[in-house]
Each structure stands twice: as structure tokens, then as C-alpha cells.
């Protein structure tokens, strides 16, 4: 990447990790609450905070993702300046990835909370593994594009296989 491209990325990284400390925050409260009620065997007491963590994230990082896509152009213009418009693309599709990790909801929390932290680590070693390969395919070729878009698409199949775990042990 030169270093226009990496400018362009950096931008768009740093509204994610604004995204992304409300997920921090809601995963912060609900794990006590979730290795307790799931070791007293009350899987509908799980359930219902699992439901509520999901409903609770959404509410927290849909308005944020909406304020990027629908105004992210005039924010990054007056954070960064308009010289970074071009970040904007990169914003939209990595606030994808981010909405499909938001509405799986806390699955890697999920299996730690209810002592299945071993499943998670194929799960962990497939993300990052997929994520190297695609952004190091995509990245030649598209530039911060393929950077962004191997981020976001290893983003979601993470979540994905670590939902199927969930699923599959824990019932939940």
C-alpha cells in the first residue's frame, strides 16, 4: 500500500474502534451475569440475556453505523479533512462487517462465559488465518478496497463458525 492508501485506511479503522467500544461495553456487563446463570443450568435466563446483550448492541451501534453511512463523508471531511473523503467506501463496507458482528451477537463471549474457551480457538485460528490470506490476496490488487473488504469478510465468517459452536454446545 503507499501511503495515501494506508492514510485512507487508518481513517476508516478508527471510526470502527468508536463502533466497537460499545460492543466492549455491553460484553463487559453481561459476561458475569452469563457464567453464572449458565452454570446453574437456567439456559432461559442465558438466553434472555443473550437476547437482551443483542437488542441492547443494536440499539448502542445502529444509530452509529447509520451516522456513518449516512453522513460519514461530512465527518470524515471535518475530523480529518476532505483530502480523506476517499475513506468513506472503506467506512461503508467495513460498517457491514460490523453490523453482521453486532447482530450475531457475543459468541466468542458466549463460549468463554460457559467454559468452552477451548472451541473457540479454531474458530480464532480460522479468522485470523482467513483474514492474512484475504487481505493478503485482495490487498495487491484492490488496495485499501481489498484490505477492507478481507477484513469485513473475515469478520463474518468468524462469526459465523463461532455461532455454529455456540449452537452446537451450549444450545444456546
Do not use: H
Not at 443494536?58 to 475530523?79: H, R
Not at 460490523?98 to 458466549?110: A, E, I, Y
Amino acid at each position: 500500500l503507499d501511503s495515501e492508501s494506508v492514510a485512507y485506511l487508518k481513517v476508516a479503522l478508527q471510526a470502527m474502534g468508536f463502533i466497537a467500544m460499545g460492543l466492549a461495553a455491553t460484553n463487559t456487563v453481561i459476561m458475569p451475569l452469563l457464567a453464572r446463570s449458565y452454570s446453574n443450568d437456567d439456559l432461559n435466563k442465558s438466553q434472555g440475556l443473550l437476547r437482551k446483550s443483542v437488542r441492547l448492541n443494536v440499539l448502542i451501534t445502529l444509530p452509529m453505523i447509520f451516522l456513518m453511512i449516512a453522513f460519514g463523508k461530512p465527518i470524515i471531511s471535518l475530523l480529518f479533512g476532505g483530502a480523506f473523503l476517499p475513506s468513506y467506501r472503506l467506512l461503508v463496507i467495513l460498517c457491514i462487517g460490523q453490523l453482521v458482528n453486532v447482530l450475531m451477537g457475543s459468541v466468542g463471549t458466549v463460549l468463554y462465559m460457559t467454559g468452552n474457551a477451548k472451541e473457540a480457538v479454531m474458530p480464532m485460528i480460522f479468522g485470523l488465518f482467513s483474514n492474512i490470506f484475504l487481505v493478503s490476496v485482495l490487498t495487491p490488487l484492490y488496495q485499501e478496497l481489498g484490505a477492507v473488504i478481507g477484513i469485513s469478510s473475515s469478520v463474518v465468517m468468524w462469526n459465523l463458525l463461532m455461532a455454529y459452536k455456540v449452537k452446537k454446545i451450549t444450545g444456546l
